[in-house]
């Protein structure tokens, strides 16, 4: 296969383990916030452990969709492919790191999505207003449901922080009503972006599919 059905597979890869990986996340949270759920400690490390594919999903969709519009010749970034590689490959790796417990680069982390979900809105609006961006309307959304994305996942940071303080504090001196309260009620405020990325992940995946016939 030549290199843009190499970079268009990858695409629908990373497409599936982030959409599988985002159920499966949503799953053991309703699981970990259940008081009377035993091994709530060891289901959030899990849950943890599964999360961290959804969130490298982020910049390896990134990178993959553009470059294979770019080899399919959708686009023409030129020589800004290869840069645009070496981003999402450092994107990738800050994200593994955070992961790891490097806390130090979660600011830096945050403020590149924020600067990457402002320039997502841009083009996405940009193409569909003209052909400055984007040569294409349908190219155009992509982007749109890939600024919604990751501006839902950072309002979902905010909301989860409460989360992280309550929980940890019921592991180490158990839980009480207010505790638990604290949980459900940052796990109930994530759920709607939830929804509005898998929302707008699925209207991605069926642009992708039959957006060239548009």
Avoid: Y
Avoid at 50 to 62: D, K, N, T
Avoid at 113 to 119: D, F
Wanted: net charge neutral.
């Amino acid at each position: 296969m030549a290199l843009a059905e190499w970079l268009l597979v990858l695409h629908v890869v990373v497409f599936a383990v982030w959409f599988g990986t985002d159920l499966a996340t949503f799953t053991l949270s309703r699981r970990v916030v259940n008081p009377e759920q035993s091994s709530r400690a060891v289901l959030a490390a899990a849950m943890m452990s599964v999360e961290i594919f959804a969130r490298l999903c982020l910049p390896l969709a990134l990178g993959t969709g553009v470059l294979a519009a770019e080899e399919r010749g959708w686009i023409d970034i030129g020589s800004w492919a290869v840069v645009l590689g070496v981003v999402c490959a450092a994107w990738s790796g800050a994200v593994w790191s955070i992961h790891r417990g490097h806390d130090v680069i979660v600011q830096p982390d945050l403020i590149v999505r924020s600067l990457v979900a402002v320039a997502a809105w841009v083009v996405g609006v940009g193409s569909l207003v003209g052909d400055s961006f984007l040569p294409t309307s349908w190219l155009g959304v992509k982007m749109l449901c890939f600024a919604l994305i990751v501006s839902c996942g950072i309002a979902i940071r905010f909301q989860l922080r409460p989360f992280g303080r309550a929980f940890a504090e019921i592991v180490a001196t158990g839980s009480t009503p207010e505790l638990e309260s604290e949980v459900s009620r940052a796990i109930r405020r994530a759920q709607p972006f939830v929804l509005l990325i898998w929302a707008s992940l699925l209207v991605a995946a069926t642009l992708g599919v039959a957006g060239p016939t548009l």
